[in-house]
């Protein structure tokens, strides 16, 4: 295997970490920054209470977005053990 091929699974690895992640995290932001503007409008400056959205924003992108979230892992997992003869020989 050539330091190419490696780079290459390297590369692969964090995109994927990268497209499972992105729908959690832009949501959360959009929520967080919400919840702030709220905060600045009402000088509301209690910490925790941008926690529970956020939370909940996140639970709701799982439930909406885990079936595409697993069978998209399970595609690139599939793709990384079909692999494996080549890169033993």
Do not use: C, N
Not at 15 to 24: F, G, K, R
């Amino acid at each position: 295997m050539s330091i190419g091929e490696i780079t290459a699974l390297l590369r692969g690895g964090v995109l994927e970490v990268l497209i499972l992640a992105a729908p959690m995290l832009f949501f959360a932001l959009v929520v967080g920054l919400l919840v702030a503007i709220l905060q600045a409008t009402t000088s509301i400056q209690e910490q925790t209470l941008t926690f529970v959205p956020k939370v909940l924003a996140i639970l709701v992108v799982l439930m909406l977005l885990g079936g595409w979230m697993f069978s998209h892992l399970r595609d690139y997992t599939v793709q990384l053990f079909r692999m494996i003869p080549s890169m033993a020989g």
